[in-house]
């Protein structure tokens, strides 16, 4: 009897520690569920942002060439008007020297 009552209560012991073994599974199995669906959750917004930076980039360099482009185009036309300008300053001198000498022509007669 007394080897009955020790077996019996080692059982017991056991269920016991069986019991909460299998809670403890079950609790990590839903951790893990959790888990799961929070990584695949974080994986798509980190496919997100990638796809963000990549429209990002792009559009800072389309953005860069047309910069670019548009400095170019104004460096050209400031060379432009610099040579125009240029050109009609020459012909103002000209004309103010011609001017001069035609004025000291009509003095003299």
Do not use: W
């Amino acid at each position: 009897m007394a080897r009955v009552g020790e077996l019996t209560s080692q059982l017991q012991v056991s269920d016991s520690k069986a019991v909460h073994f299998h809670a403890e599974c079950r609790a990590l199995a839903k951790r893990l569920a959790l888990a799961e669906k929070s990584r695949e959750a974080l994986s798509e917004e980190v496919k997100v942002a990638n796809q963000n930076v990549t429209r990002l980039q792009d559009d800072l360099a389309t953005t860069k060439r047309s910069y670019e482009d548009q400095l170019s185009m104004m460096s050209d036309h400031l060379c432009s008007m610099n040579e125009t300008l240029s050109k009609q300053r020459e012909e103002i001198d000209t004309l103010k020297l011609g001017s001069k000498a035609n004025a000291k022509k009509n003095k003299g007669r």
